[in-house]
């Protein structure tokens, strides 16, 4: 696979998971990226994320706060999380200035939390914490001159800490089949997954952002028992990134060298619009159809300077489609889910004069003018196969499913300053495996979930070796490619257990 970088990636972090197929992730390179926001409770999760003709008794709430309306009595649970990727085999990210061997990263997650329903109204609330630990070992100049310089091997381990919090209201309307909800998300983050990676020559890196999230969610009960539901949403998304970086300045006649730290603030926002609908209809006993569509408006307004492209920009505006239909048969024992969702995206990146340093004539240009354009057009689908069964033990459920996520796209790229245009175009796929067990002993179920991502790696150029990576697989990827690129293959192993206590 041969990819071209021109400008450094566009993780726009957002409150979003690839199992609710609402919030669509944009990427045009197959960056390893944790499941960071992945740590609801789920039976979907371990049964190929299956959704369009599947209703999930513990993640459907999340997609559509309206569908808490579907639960009884009281439910309170906990699902501990562990996401992590191993890179100890691999190769350096390089930057001007230094470069770090990233050997993996580890995610853990504790979230708490419960759901009611009471004649018509329901609600529920869910607190998590999440601890991020990230190993990098980092090679930085310590002596530079005319005619040598020395590298130094620091090893050093990135925290933070993240805090989610999240609730939902609503009621089912009397004397009708409509139930309505609204529900809000809020997230303080002091460390994302692979924003570090974005500044390998970095001495340091602070991280403090906030991100908010609202849904008005509909379901509605039509006759012979089909089911049409919708959801509204606003994500925003706001992060300030403090960088420190050493400086080295000496004269070619006088071999004074000087060594100072310069500290850099980086912002980084986007802003983002959701509608999404879900069609269910039951053809018999045994077979349910459904219909999905979301579309997404995503705004970014701020992007970082990164150490790997340091140009000023504003990275543009994307549209982004999920169309999707499923089956689900079914009978007292067993289950089985069937998916197709077809992704089609159009996104609009642009860098800008800025403060760049132009040639002449163009040092007169406005900072707003955009010096390159890139013109993507994508062509994602996405098969889903998932199943559940009852063991020869009946308290005793195992599941397992698979999805295959095919990327394309083709790239236009004008460049205004030296007036050329050029094509590009692409493919991959990524695979994700997962499986799970579920005891259910009376009001009480136990639940382990494993999900494993393939297809995606550390990213960078045969001759140089890894110069580009990028964090959160919920984010948005959005470099313009144009250097030859390899990728070392790394597997995402996701991990949880989940407790959930049912009183009716």
């Known amino acids: 696979m041969k990819l071209r970088i021109v400008f450094s990636a566009l993780p ?79 190769r350096p990210v390089s930057a001007g200035g230094g470069s770090s061997f990233y050997p993996g990263v580890s995610i853990n997650s504790i979230p708490f939390g419960g759901f009611f329903r009471s004649d018509n109204y329901f609600g529920g609330i869910m607190v998590a914490y999440q601890g991020y630990t990230g190993e990098r070992s980092q090679r930085n100049f310590v002596t530079i001159s005319p005619r040598n310089s020395s590298m130094l091997d620091v090893k050093k381990t990135d925290v933070g800490n993240n805090t989610y919090l999240y609730g939902l209201f609503g009621m089912s309307i009397p ?7 609204m529900s809000g998300s809020w997230g303080k983050f002091g460390a994302i997954d692979g924003v570090n990676l974005l ?26 028992g089909d089911r049409l539901e ?30 100072s730290v310069r500290t850099e603030i980086n912002k980084d926002e986007t802003k983002e619009w959701l509608l999404y609908a879900r069609y269910l209809r039951p053809i018999n006993s045994f077979w349910k159809v459904g219909a999905s569509l979301s579309v997404n408006w995503k705004d970014h307004p701020k992007i970082p300077n990164y150490s790997l492209a340091n140009i000023p920009r504003d990275p543009g505006i994307s549209v982004a489609y999920n169309i999707g239909v499923g089956a689900n048969w079914s009978n007292s024992k067993s289950l089985w889910g069937f ?16 403060e760049q340093i132009l040639p002449v004539p163009n040092q007169n240009l406005s ?81 382990y979930t494993l999900q494993l991502v393939f297809g995606n790696g550390m990213v960078g150029t045969a001759s140089s070796g890894i110069v ?10 959005l470099p313009a490619p144009s250097a030859n690129l390899v990728v070392d293959n790394i597997i995402l192993v996701t991990q949880q257990l989940t407790f959930v206590y049912q009183l009716e």
Request: aromatic fraction near 16%.
């Open 175 to 181: 004397n009708t089949r409509l139930s309505v909800a």
């Open 12 to 90: 726009l972090f957002l409150l979003a998971s690839e199992l609710f197929a609402q919030w669509i992730s944009i990427r045009t390179i197959p960056v390893i990226a944790s499941n960071q926001s992945e740590f609801q409770p789920s039976l979907a999760r371990g049964m190929g994320n299956i959704s369009i003709a599947f209703d999930d008794p513990l993640g459907s709430q999340f997609i559509n706060p309206a569908k808490a309306s579907l639960m009884k009595g009281i439910m309170i649970f906990t699902s501990p999380s562990r996401n992590s990727w191993s890179n100890d085999d691999g």
């Open 339 to 354: 998916e197709y969702i077809y992704e089609p995206i159009t996104t609009n990146t642009w860098a800008e004069a800025g």
């Open 367 to 447: 900072p707003n003018f955009k010096t390159i354009e890139n013109f993507f057009n994508f062509y994602n689908h996405i098969i889903r196969i998932g199943h559940q069964s009852q063991s020869k033990w009946e308290w005793l459920d195992y599941r397992f499913g698979v999805q295959f996520h095919f990327y394309k796209y083709n790239m236009n790229q004008n460049d205004n300053i030296r007036r050329t245009a050029r094509k590009f175009s692409t493919d991959w796929l990524e695979t994700t495996a997962s499986g799970g067990l579920t005891a259910s002993l009376g009001s009480i179920r136990l639940m």
């Open 199 to 224: 500044y390998p020559s970095a001495l340091d890196l602070k991280q403090d952002g906030e991100a908010w999230e609202a849904k008005f969610g509909a379901v509605g009960e039509l006759p012979h």
């Open 230 to 259: 919708f959801v509204a949403g606003r994500s925003i998304y706001k992060a300030t990134h403090e960088v420190s970086y050493s400086n080295f300045s000496w004269f070619w006649r006088d071999p004074i060298i000087t060594n």
């Open 468 to 477: 580009f990576e990028a964090g959160a697989r919920t984010a948005d990827f």
